[in-house]
């Protein structure tokens, strides 16, 4: 008989830790609102959620390498938007903070959940914080609800 394993949307009584990129902000306070949002429809209290706010996006891997570190938390959900500009500073940031998300990932045994917005332009990131395309904070934050219960369950066979 093939087992399957799959988590649930569930995290109460679990801690949750967000990282969020202040630059930007007009989007990433969006993204943030969207995760919190996510969290609270799905039972995590406001007193089991702990935030923490970095300058850029490029700082992101490091303040959840931190949370991860404590080994107080959960998962760790990071959020922040990239806007395309003239110079090659974007495709070098977000190339950065997807491979510092991927590495911190890796090497926990927690979540740690990728909700970085990449958008070439403005009317890409409007979108895909909050209008037509959905809400990419509250996306993160139930990847990381149904890889807390998904993680437990493989663990505990």
Not at 75 to 82: E, P, S, Y
Not at 135 to 153: R, S, V
Request: charged fraction near 25%; charge should be negative; glycine fraction near 10%.
């Amino acid at each position: 008989m093939v087992r399957t394993f799959e988590g649930k949307f569930d995290a109460r009584g679990k801690r949750i830790a967000l990282v969020g990129s202040r630059f930007n902000h007009f989007f990433t306070g969006e993204l943030m609102e969207g995760a919190l949002d996510a969290l609270r429809r799905h039972g995590v209290a406001d007193d089991q959620i702990d935030t923490a706010w970095v300058p850029g996006s490029f700082e992101i891997p490091m303040a959840a390498k931190r949370f991860v570190r404590t080994g107080r938390y959960a998962a760790v959900i990071c959020v922040g938007c990239l806007i395309q500009g003239d110079t090659p500073h974007f495709q070098l940031v977000a190339g950065e903070v997807t491979k510092g998300i991927a590495q911190v990932s890796l090497e926990s045994e927690i979540p740690v959940v990728y909700g970085i917005v990449t958008a070439e332009t403005l009317d890409q990131a409007v979108e895909r914080s909050g209008t037509k395309a959905g809400n990419k904070g509250f996306d993160a934050a139930m990847t990381a609800l149904e890889m807390i219960d998904l993680c437990a369950a493989i663990d505990e066979g």
